[in-house]
């Protein structure tokens, strides 16, 4: 008979679950990982990765699209073979997808494939394809992640009314699309569609679309957004949605009040998440708040030995926050279980990245300039626009601004906001200047390379103080 005790099960392996049954495996524990689906989880398999692949191709389609800006001509028609896009996109998330389940393998985790259900906090049993069993260990870790919410008046069906999973193996090209939410699930694939020459409506029931963002952020992206032939209605909701096989009638009500309908051929639903925590014994276990499983910062619940992790808690609901809360977690238990080498440290919120991979793409972290006056602060603030960066002009990308926040009176970095080329690659930046607490000293004594985007970021501190160079 096999041996079903552990010192770790993980239930759940997305960039929560595995990274942390891999840090266990790392610190000597005894490791299984539990999935009903696929080694990945969601932003592996439907999310972050194959998404940044179609995001890519829309891209590469753009550029071949305005290639005379360039000085360059493409002979003969420019289009999408949209199932050949996919293809692409699915070819990545299998890539990784095998690449996890190596992980498994090097780092000896036995992975048990099955629904999990919690019996206790610390044993459970799995239904799967070997029939039931029946695991034990010291500790486990509930990394069930989250699903797409669906629209109570009009669930998804696949066919014209889409969530994300659908969004990304469409069983057709839509021709006029509507978008409802405009966060960062909602702009990527607004963005996509619009690249790929569908007619984009986007409807955000806020003031202003990706609303955790800066409001200068907001604003620059909206007036691109409609700038490349997309429709934004914010302060706008759906009050009614009838599909059927010719298309979609939305019923939406506008800022100003008034009911109008509106023909499209699809939706994109992109209203938020509902955490996969019903339903797996967390009942008596753990304390809930709307779904999500209350932790301590370094994920414990309330039961001993139970811990969670990634989007099953409160947010952000971002996965490289999930990787993050895993490698705490394991260490944490590591160092329960007799280890005295690791010193696990607790999630700094405000140091967490966030990135949306639209045209133009957005980054940021920390606190809005909003957010910091509400918190009490007297900040600085530099903006330095792309216009003003050799590089971006050189690639033709003069799209875009950096901003920076301080406070005034200690030149303790509060935040960072971006909007343009690469902007995601370049965030972690002052991601890491906000991890060592840095000033805007060191951050103007740091020598930024030349000719680069990224000196964007210096001009914007050099600007917070009214030392800006190039502008």
Request: hydrophobic content about 40%; some cysteine; charged content about 20%.
């Amino acid at each position: 008979m096999a041996d079903n005790s552990y010192d770790v099960i993980v239930l759940g392996s997305g960039p929560g679950g595995y990274v942390a049954a891999i840090r266990c495996a790392q610190l000597g524990l005894k490791t299984t990982i539990v999935e009903r689906e696929f080694l990945g989880g969601i932003c592996l398999n439907w999310g972050c990765i194959p998404t940044k692949a179609l995001l890519r191709s829309a891209e590469i389609l753009h550029y071949a699209q305005h290639a005379k800006d360039y000085g360059l001509k493409i002979a003969g028609t420019i289009e999408a073979d949209l199932e050949a896009v996919v293809k692409r996109s699915r070819g990545v998330a299998k890539q990784l997808n095998q690449g996890v389940t190596h992980l498994m393998k090097k780092n000896k985790i036995t992975v048990h494939m099955g629904e999990g259900v919690l019996t206790g906090p610390t044993s459970l049993t799995v239904k799967g394809d070997k029939g039931e069993e029946k695991l034990s260990a010291k500790h486990v870790i509930v990394a069930t992640g989250a699903r797409a919410r669906d629209l109570p008046f009009a669930p998804a069906d696949g066919k014209r009314i889409w969530t994300y999973r659908h969004a990304m193996v469409p069983p057709e090209m839509p021709n006029k699309l509507l978008v409802i939410g405009s966060g960062a699930i909602g702009i990527e694939f607004a963005s996509f569609y619009n690249d790929m020459g569908c007619e984009v409506t986007v409807v955000e029931m806020l003031d202003r679309i990706v609303p955790v963002e800066d409001h200068e952020v907001s604003a620059f992206l909206e007036k691109s957004l409609t700038k490349q032939g997309m429709t934004i209605m914010t302060g706008a909701g759906v009050e009614d949605i009838k599909a059927d096989a010719k298309g979609v009638k939305a019923k939406i009500k506008g800022k100003d009040g008034k009911v109008a309908t509106h023909d499209f051929t699809h939706c994109i639903t992109a209203i938020g998440i509902q955490p996969n925590t019903e339903n797996i014994g967390l009942e008596k276990l753990a304390e809930m708040d709307r779904g999500f499983i209350q932790i301590d910062p370094y994920g414990r619940t309330k039961s001993k030995g139970l811990w969670a992790i990634g989007d099953c808690t409160p947010g952000p609901w971002l996965a490289h926050k999930a990787s993050h809360e895993g490698v705490t977690a394991a260490e944490a238990i590591a160092q329960e279980l007799g280890n005295k080498d690791v010193h696990p440290h607790p999630l700094n919120r405000e140091a967490i990245p966030g990135c949306t991979y639209c045209h133009p793409q957005i980054a940021s972290v920390g606190m809005t300039e909003n957010a910091a006056k509400e918190a009490g602060y007297t900040v600085k603030v530099g903006n330095f626009p792309f216009i003003g960066n050799g590089k971006a002009i050189a690639l033709g990308e003069a799209e875009g601004f950096t901003k920076t926040v301080f406070d005034a009176k200690t030149g303790e970095l509060l935040g960072a906001h971006m909007v343009g080329a690469e902007v995601t690659e370049m965030i972690q930046g002052y991601t890491i200047g906000k991890t060592l607490e840095t000033t805007e000293a060191e951050l103007m004594q740091t020598v930024f390379p030349h000719p680069t985007i990224s000196e964007s970021m210096h001009e914007s501190v050099l600007g917070a103080f009214g030392k800006a160079l190039h502008i």
